[in-house]
């Protein structure tokens, strides 16, 4: 049965705020930043460390503002997997709601609108007992007899054959019966009753025991359950230029950008980008990327998206040294891998940095 989506075909927004990968057209989403913000951005990202000195970021002369934008893509693949599993329980008698009370639904007719989850949820499931599908089942742990050969005193049988009545010697009196004391005299083993032997502990020799699994009855009640998930499952690709390609990906991912595209469909294409040529071959790369679809599910529908992360690249100097750092996202994150030249954390302070050092 076709589920009613709301699906809409690839509509591929033209907001012409793109521009070729260089970065040096589109000025909407370019950082435009002049030395007084980039300054004030450092400095204050240098004052929320306790033990980093303030004077590189203050004095130090600033030696390039590069721009070194990066691209994020990612496709979404929105899927419904159904599958069946067999539940079964003791049958005590009554009806059974079997192939003769009506057919039994195929598992992808079944008509499951009102677990429908939200477009993208990155996980549901849902479980459903499948009509006509209960059947009285031979227990297959006892063969439909209710018992099984006990496995203490019939423990060297052929399968489905046992003896009754196995005694096994008392551990008391050795088989004698009597017990003898020091004086010559006997006594009756009062363990074994006189008998010098004792039944099974198990089965109290009858040389069957009841089925664990059906408890005796012999039959058990079962019947599918349709197991549905829905799930997301996502594919992120960052495409950097040299400049910020030793920024983690993972900054990028958590940074803010501007939306180049955002394309829903039930089975995305690439986007078409009028004046880029990178673009179209980035959301190609991107769409190719599409994780494998497991036999048993079946693909609801894909958004796919593309952003440009404003990403500017800053060097400082002061005479023959030098540092550098990275202004990200919307949100102008600073981001400094590694070496700030004044720190000056020795283990005095309570930050641990120094544990780094
Ligand atoms: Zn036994
Ligand atoms: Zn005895
Ligand atoms: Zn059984």
């Known amino acids: 049965m076709e589920q009613p989506l709301l699906i809409e075909q690839g509509i591929v927004y033209q907001g012409g705020y793109y521009g070729d990968a260089s970065g040096t057209t589109g000025d909407l989403r370019r950082q435009v930043l002049d030395e007084v913000e980039v300054r004030e951005l450092l400095i204050d990202h240098v004052g929320h460390r306790c033990c980093w000195g303030s004077r590189p970021a203050r004095t130090w002369k600033i030696h390039a503002i590069e721009d070194c934008n990066v691209y994020v893509g990612t496709l979404e693949t929105f899927t419904e997997e159904r599958d069946t599993v067999v539940e079964k329980e003791l049958y005590s008698g009554g009806s059974v709601e079997g192939k003769d009370k009506g057919p039994e639904t195929g598992i992808w007719e079944l008509d499951l609108r009102s677990e429908f989850p939200v477009l993208f949820v990155?996980?549901?499931?849902?479980?459903?007992?499948?009509p006509h599908s209960e059947t009285i089942e031979k227990c297959s742990g006892c063969d439909g007899q209710?018992?099984?050969?006990?496995?203490?005193?019939?423990?060297?049988?052929?399968?489905?054959?046992?003896?009754?009545?196995?005694?096994?010697?008392?551990?008391?009196?050795?088989?004698r019966g009597l017990i003898a004391h020091k004086d010559g005299s006997d006594t009756i083993c009062l363990h074994c009753k006189g008998?010098?032997?004792?039944?099974?502990?198990t089965c109290e020799?009858?040389?069957?025991?009841?089925?664990?699994?059906?408890?005796?009855?012999?039959?058990l009640l079962t019947w599918k359950?349709?197991?549905?998930?829905?799930?997301?499952?996502?594919?992120?690709?960052?495409?950097?230029?040299?400049?910020?390609?030793?920024?983690?990906?993972?900054?990028?991912?958590?940074?803010?950008?501007?939306?180049?595209?955002n394309n829903q469909a039930y089975q995305c294409t690439p986007a078409y980008f009028a004046d880029s040529y990178f673009l179209n071959k980035f959301s190609s790369e991107v769409i190719a990327e599409r994780p494998s679809i497991p036999t048993t599910a079946r693909m609801i529908c894909e958004r796919h998206t593309i952003s440009v992360v404003p990403v500017t690249r800053v060097t400082m100097t002061d005479r023959n040294r030098s540092f550098s750092f990275y202004i990200i996202g919307n949100d102008r994150e600073v981001y400094m891998k590694d070496y700030y030249p004044s720190r000056f954390c020795w283990g005095l302070c309570p930050c641990l940095e120094w544990l780094k050092l």
């Open 225 to 261: 359950v349709a197991v549905v998930r829905w799930r997301t499952r996502s594919t992120r690709k960052v495409n950097a230029t040299s400049g910020a390609a030793s920024v983690p990906d993972d900054v990028f991912h958590r940074a803010k950008g501007v939306q180049l595209c």
């Open 205 to 219: 020799s009858r040389g069957l025991i009841k089925c664990q699994t059906c408890q005796g009855v012999g039959s």
């Open 146 to 175: 209710g018992n099984t050969v006990c496995p203490t005193c019939n423990a060297d049988q052929d399968p489905g054959f046992y003896k009754e009545g196995q005694m096994t010697q008392c551990t008391t009196c050795y088989g």
């Open 122 to 130: 990155p996980y549901k499931e849902s479980r459903l007992r499948i």
């Open 195 to 201: 008998n010098g032997k004792l039944p099974c502990a």
